[in-house]
Nanobody
Framework: QLVESGGGSVQAGGSLKLSCAASGRPYSNSVLAWFRQGPGKDREFVALVRWHGGSALYADSVKGRFTISRDNPKNTLYLQMNSLKAEDTAVYYC???????????????WGQGTQVTVAS
């Protein structure tokens, strides 16, 4: 089970940190990712990281502004979002896959999402 938290409303240029608490099974061989879906848009990849470590992967639109991380003892995934823009407004989802991929169709476990609204 994946449960996101930390969403909210913020002014452009501000910051938010999202959390995703994972429970119910081992995630040690998994890839964990953040996706988002803005109003009237398809779900899009944001960032991913392997649970056991290694390089993260970011969408070009968030590179240099967002940082994905995980706290293994707490079974929690994070997304630190800085320099937020109005176009970052979306519902943000965490998800789990067994493959290192940005393709959402490969992810078979999803959280319920948390809303992020950035006012310009």
């Amino acid at each position: 089970q994946l449960v996101e938290s930390g969403g909210g409303s913020v002014q452009a240029g501000g910051s938010l940190k999202l959390s995703c608490a994972a429970s119910g099974r081992p995630y040690s061989n998994s890839v964990l990712a953040w996706f988002r879906q803005g109003p009237g848009k398809d779900r899009e990849f944001v960032a991913l990281v392997r649970w056991h470590g290694g390089s993260a992967l970011y969408a070009d639109s968030v590179k240099g502004r967002f940082t994905i991380s995980r706290d293994n003892p707490k079974n929690t995934l994070y997304l630190q979002m800085n320099s937020l823009k109005a176009e970052d407004t979306a519902v943000y989802y965490c998800a789990v896959a067994s493959q290192y991929t940005s393709d959402p169709s490969a992810y078979n476990e999803w959280g319920q999402g948390t809303q992020v609204t950035v006012a310009s």
